[in-house]
């Protein structure tokens, strides 16, 4: 038997395998257990769609016990840009973009109801004279490919943008570049997918020969991902000291820092007189070297006293800076404010604020505003 025949079920033994690794490997990642939770569920569905497209291939491409795969395809740009937005601490609006996603995968799901009235395959594709049942489905898959795309790029740009509290080293650098050059891969297979499936995949010889090379393709993809994503440091985002490998932590676990208030006593002093936070390019390895220590001791001394990471303490400072410019009697414009005090973007500001207040800043001035 060829390899190249047996593929598909290969890369579904193989995707299982590498989902269950994820979630019971204990370094790497990040402390962040939605991280692992989120990538296991990407790399599951890629081993589903394996198996799916084994079924298709051994039971005969117009059965109806396969194809369950296509339900579920539009899952994959939405988890993938959630992967990246916890891996890198982006801010986000949680609820509200779960809702528009929630009501897509059910308008979507209902547009798959007519073709339970046919028993096969054939009946459907039989059924593509104008806007029939076939049709509707190649329309609804081609929709679904450029949201997902979408998805991808948001994410590329999402990877791109984010801040880093890490000036990185060369090795870093090459592991963030290969994730941001296997996102725009991954883009690039959606797209092919989508040709191959819309015009190829009712001659059997092509979709056989599509079905192969795509496994293979998504077999190394996943693979060189997570472990890119895995020597790739959360940490270099969030600066937490809970972020940092295992092998790092137990390196440091019998340091020369046996006094870290005294440290953090020194990192407070310096914030709030040179007002550091001010500058929204702020690095970790800045502040350490004004300090004279090292990275790990600076996070580790933010992370034990302030029981928050690097990029929240440093929010604490510049949110109690926004409050201020809030209550001028004349404030400025939320945009002027939130530049002035170190955010780059809204959506952080908002983030950064409501975590410190459990308000927004129209909340709080309101809450403030002098009776």
């Known amino acids: 038997m060829d390899l190249l025949e047996v593929s598909p079920l290969l890369s579904s033994i193989l995707g299982l395998f590498l989902g269950i690794f994820i979630l019971t490997r204990q370094s790497g990642l990040g402390s962040d257990k939605r991280v692992r939770l989120v990538l296991s569920t990407l790399i599951f569905l890629y081993a589903y769609t394996s198996f799916d497209y084994y079924l298709a ?5 117009n059965s109806l016990f396969s194809g369950g795969s296509y339900l579920v395809y539009h899952l994959i740009g939405p988890l993938f840009y959630y992967l990246i937005v916890l891996y890198t601490k982006t801010a986000i609006n949680f609820k509200k973009w779960s809702l528009i996603f929630l009501v897509y995968t059910l308008f979507r799901w209902i547009l798959f109801v007519p073709i339970l009235q046919f028993d096969t395959v054939d009946d459907i594709v039989a059924s593509q004279q104008i ?20 998805a991808l790029s948001i994410s590329y740009t999402t990877l791109k943008n ?9 090795t870093q650098q090459v592991h963030l570049k290969w994730v941001k050059n296997l996102i725009l891969l991954f883009i690039t297979l959606q797209l092919a997918s989508a040709f191959n499936t819309v015009i190829n995949t009712e001659k059997a010889n092509t979709f056989e020969t599509y079905v192969y090379i795509e496994t293979l393709l998504l077999t190394v993809f996943f693979f060189v991902l997570t472990y890119t994503l895995m020597h790739f440091p959360v940490f270099a985002f969030s600066g ?9 932590k137990k390196k440091y676990a019998h340091s020369s820092l046996s006094n870290s208030s005294e440290l953090f006593q020194q990192i407070e002093a310096l914030m709030q007189e040179e007002q550091l936070y001010l500058d929204f390019d702020i690095k970790l390895n800045t502040l350490a070297e004004k300090l004279n220590s090292s990275v790990h001791h600076t996070s580790q001394a933010i992370n034990e006293n302030a029981h928050i990471s690097f990029s ?3 929010n604490q400072y510049r949110i109690e800076a926004a409050k201020i410019k809030l209550l001028e009697p ?15 973007s809204k959506a952080a500001f908002y983030k ?13 001035k309101r809450s403030n505003k002098p009776h």
């Open 240 to 248: 937490s000291y809970k972020d940092l490998p295992e092998e790092t």
């Open 131 to 150: 806007f029939g049942a076939w049709f509707w489905i190649e329309v609804e898959y081609v929709v679904a490919t450029l949201l997902n795309v979408l």
């Open 57 to 61: 291939l051994k039971l005969d491409a």
């Open 162 to 170: 984010a801040p880093l509290v890490l000036t990185l080293s060369n």
């Open 352 to 364: 950064a604020f409501r975590k410190n207040t459990d308000m927004t800043p129209s909340e709080f």
């Open 312 to 314: 929240d303490y440093v």
């Open 330 to 344: 004349n404030p400025d414009t939320i945009f002027a404010i939130y530049l002035a005090v170190g955010f780059n």
